[in-house]
């Protein structure tokens, strides 16, 4: 059975209270219970895992080549600042996918870009919690593929 790390950034652990406007109104649990499962429906194994610290996030990256297939990573704000993240994603051996919860490129002018999307396989951003699954869903479609 493949496995498949879910990795958070900064401050989606305040998911359903942190401007639902933008974010939604899911909780953080929920979105995770919900990864869980759909890993289940998919035959993949996930496990999800939430810092608000660069270097926890660096870490989990790197474990991630010893057990995982993949990565489903919403970095948060470090999307738009963290050099040191996109330098981990572009050293391991695993596929990375970018998901945002809101479309980035309708949001202020600093979060347009992205320092980690280019060393990514692929980027769903703007649908919500449902960025997620569909990272996941690509992800174990893309594993799938002979290389």
């Known amino acids: 059975m493949q496995s498949i790390l879910v990795?958070?950034?900064p401050n989606l652990n305040l998911l359903g209270s942190r401007e639902p406007g933008i974010y939604g109104k899911m909780t953080f649990d929920d979105?995770?219970?919900?990864?869980?499962?759909a890993g289940q429906?998919?035959?993949v194994e996930v496990r999800t895992f939430q810092s608000n610290h660069e270097g926890g996030l660096i870490d989990?990256?790197?474990q991630a080549q010893e057990w995982a297939d993949g990565v489903v990573f919403n970095p948060g704000g470090y999307t738009?600042?963290?050099v040191a993240l996109r330098d981990a994603i572009a050293a391991i051996t695993i596929p990375v996918v970018e998901v945002h919860l809101s479309n980035i490129q309708a949001r202020e002018e600093f979060r347009q870009v992205s320092l980690t999307a280019p060393v990514c396989i692929g980027t769903v951003a703007g649908f919500g919690w449902r960025s997620y699954l569909l990272g996941l869903e690509a992800l174990v479609r893309y594993l799938a593929e002979p290389k």
């Not at 979105?31 to 499962?37: K, S």
């Open 7 to 9: 990795l958070h950034g």
């Open 60 to 62: 989990q990256l790197h």
């Open 31 to 37: 979105l995770n219970h919900r990864m869980v499962e």
């Open 41 to 43: 429906a998919l035959n």
């Open 80 to 82: 738009h600042t963290s």
